[in-house]
């Protein structure tokens, strides 16, 4: 069947957010800030470019009217007062430019800077921006023989700033409304995937394992999906695994009940005869027994991530814990035809953990052994230091010469009922619960413990404890 891909469903449970708080409002204020700045930018460093061009222009063209009114009169200035000078003279004013005639150093009427009458008296031409009647203008004077000149000056344009500013309004707007499409645009691409991711976490939520989001460009967007996706798997994977771990713990559960329930019938209907009542009796025992077990299993499973979860560490000889254990399971494994060996160093090996809680360890494991073991094929108990130190630690090993595990299987031999829901029904198997028990109390005594091959031919479960730690103080 194939899985539902997310779109861009709206999400199960909309929020409502306050103004500024969704990513579509933050994406049109960051556009439409920078579109501001960046005009602003541009009237800070073009205005004064442009104006300075503007002067630069009127300049020149005021230079060039004073060199061609100086030619026109270069001949006419001794002659005194004519009319082609007046005629000069008024047609440069309806341009808005102001003509002084300068005669043996002497200026025709007041207003020039003494300076630029001096200069034109010298023979030197001028080119600069001076105060004339009161007024900054521009002024270009063209000096003539004998100390007779020609100055031009035209009042400076004022208000260029203003008129510069007040035509960014139009920019302006342009900006901001190019800031406010171009920020809706982004924060709708931006936003989509996020939506998407939303809803996939919100159907996640809801139970739907099914839901894929689709993995697209840009790379983190494609990491989110993939992250998503990948948390779907694994949810569903592992809500599987949930189903029949309680589908085997019920079975498991159910079949002492069985026998209970049927041997109380029969003794409660009398089926049972006296000589019966004590072989009855001794069944009944050990299915409870057995349920006894799985429910304990059950329990110190789900204790086991509490932090209330009893343990008392002292030092411990796990060499002599190796020789306890031997005593009594020498004795069961002979019961069934297996060989049980023991392999321990000379002397002790010491490590910090709860006797109590390693020897349920030990117990699992060769148990867990036993139970899939033939007759004839060995089960061994090794123990070994970890190092040259003492205060290394110490190692411990079971294993068998049974079946064994393929490579798969080592993958999944803690996993609570995921051997049982492999080999139930192939081979003799438990309720799937002693592995992972095992393993959760070494983890939460500080040790570690692995899966492997053994020379034996079947499993080997290895599992490392640390040292004493008042050994390493005292060495030290």
Known sequence: MALPVIGA?????????????????????????????????????????????????????????????????????????????????????????????????????????????????????????????????????????????????????????????????????????????????????????????????????????????????????????????????????????????????????????????????ALADGVIDADGTAGTGRTVLAQAQHLDRLIGDLLALARLEAADFPLEPVPVDLARLAVDAEATWSGRCAAVGVLFRLETPSGPVSVYTDPGRIRQVVDGLLENALRVVPPGAPVVLAVRAAGADPAAGGVLEVRDGGPGFTDDDLAVAFERGALHQRYRGVRKVGSGLGLALAAGLVRRLGGEIAAGHAPEGGAAFTVRLPGDPYQTRTSA
């Open 9 to 265: 469903q709206p999400p199960t449970a909309p929020r409502h957010s306050r103004f500024g708080r969704t990513l579509t409002t933050r994406a049109v204020l960051v556009t439409c800030a920078v579109a501001l700045v960046s005009v602003l930018v541009t009237a800070i460093v073009a205005v004064p470019l442009a104006i300075r061009g503007v002067e630069r222009r009127d300049q020149e063209a005021l230079a060039a009217q004073a060199r061609l009114a100086a030619e026109v009169l270069r001949t006419r200035l001794d002659r005194g007062r004519t009319a082609d000078e007046e005629r000069l003279i008024q047609q440069l004013r309806a341009q808005g430019i102001d003509a002084y005639l300068i005669r043996r150093g002497a200026v025709d009427r007041p207003g020039l800077p003494p300076r630029v009458v001096q200069r034109i008296e010298q023979g030197r031409n001028v080119s600069v921006r001076r105060p004339v009647n009161g007024r900054r203008a521009l002024v270009e004077g063209r000096a003539l023989p004998g100390g007779n000149g020609v100055v031009l000056s035209r009042a400076s344009t004022t208000g260029l700033w203003r008129q510069v500013l007040l035509s960014l309004w139009l920019p302006l707007v342009a900006g901001l409304a190019a800031g406010v499409v171009a920020g809706l645009l982004l924060a709708r691409w931006l936003a989509r995937p996020i939506r998407v991711a939303a809803t996939a976490a919100a159907r996640l939520r809801a139970g739907d394992r099914a839901v894929r989001v689709p993995v697209e460009p840009p790379d983190e967007v494609a990491d989110l999906a993939e992250a998503l996706n990948g948390l779907a798997a694994a949810l569903a994977t592992s809500e599987g695994r949930q189903r029949e771990f309680l589908l085997s713990v019920s079975h498991e559960l159910r079949t002492p009940l069985t026998a209970i329930r049927g041997y109380a019938e």
